[in-house]
């Protein structure tokens, strides 16, 4: 079983994404994606807000209220992929097209992990210790960066936000991984998607421009800096995989960012639960698993390829 852990800075939307995940699976279908998708939640808290996320969608009550307790989300993904290629039929004998995998996300106040005093502030804290103790035994880590953050102008804030990720990065390797980052697969996703092209002036824009312009690596690289990949590609073993993928939990209706969820009001009438269509969630997710593209707002390599392109 595949173990995943979820991190990522305050505010940045992490519990609006596992909030999401239940939905974006259901809608996932191999017919559309060549993929199946089937999220079980394996504790009390995230089955509610499994359900919490379906009722302020409809209701349009937003946005996902943050987090104000220490909670544990904890639930299991099953990936059925279509095979291809000469390998169709020997995969479908085999089921080589199934992946599955625990996920787990520790939520807090304050960004779950970390925060501007890192160590001082994490070596009482019951919820870091655990975190730390999971990342330790996980073979695969989401990190989440606001997108919205490559649009920062502000020197000393650009700065101050790479430094951030530089500074996580580098405390994971003071805190039990002493030669190598033993995950297999990596993904930094890219969150509100549908606010970077509103505040890019581009919310007229298809969402195509996602899928073929605006590639996530290069979006990544500029938000957290090169000197933090650079940092997790050479402690990383090279044929293990990173994913850079953009995503949208509102997503997008008709090609546009989704009406429904650009004013944060609660709405008179109930909206269709097929009008709120996550944008590369479930896909994301399912990279994690699988290895492979699921979408074409990703973009997937070895950490040997990173190096070349640092």
Not at 94 to 120: C, L, S, T, Y
Request: net charge neutral; charged share 20%.
């Amino acid at each position: 079983m595949h173990n995943t852990i979820i991190l990522g800075p305050s505010k940045v939307g992490k519990t609006a994404l596992v909030a999401s995940l239940k939905h974006a699976s259901d809608i996932a279908t191999i017919v559309d994606n060549k993929l199946a998708i089937r999220t079980l939640p394996k504790n009390e808290q995230t089955r509610e807000i499994f359900s919490k996320a379906l009722t302020i969608a409809q209701e349009g009550d937003m946005p996902f209220v943050g987090t104000s307790l220490d909670i544990r989300y904890d639930f299991i993904i099953e990936v059925e992929t279509e095979p291809t290629g000469l390998w169709e039929n020997i995969e479908t004998i085999w089921k080589g097209n199934e992946h599955n995998g625990r996920f787990m996300f520790m939520d807090a106040p304050g960004g779950a992990v970390f925060n501007e005093d890192i160590k001082r502030k994490s070596q009482n804290n019951p919820t870091f210790k655990n975190m730390i103790q999971q990342m330790l035994n996980a073979n695969g880590m989401i990190l989440c960066v606001d997108m919205t953050l490559a649009l920062e102008k502000n020197a000393k804030k650009i700065k101050s936000i790479q430094d951030y990720y530089l500074k996580c990065l580098r405390f994971f390797l003071s805190s039990g991984f002493q030669i190598t980052i033993p995950f297999q697969r990596v993904c930094f996703l890219l969150t509100k998607a549908d606010l970077y092209l509103q505040q890019s002036g581009l919310a007229q824009e298809e969402k195509s421009l996602l899928n073929e312009h605006l590639r996530p690596f290069e979006l990544v690289r500029g938000i957290v800096g090169h000197e933090s990949l650079r940092t997790l590609s050479v402690f990383s073993e090279p044929d293990a995989q990173i994913c850079f993928s953009t995503t949208s939990v509102f997503g997008f209706l008709n090609g546009h960012p989704n009406p429904h969820f650009v004013n944060n009001s609660k709405r008179s009438e109930l909206i269709r639960l097929e009008d709120w269509q996550p944008f590369n969630i479930a896909e994301s997710f399912a990279f994690m698993l699988s290895g492979d593209q699921h979408h074409p707002a990703q973009d997937i390599l070895t950490f040997e390829q990173l190096r070349q392109k640092l």
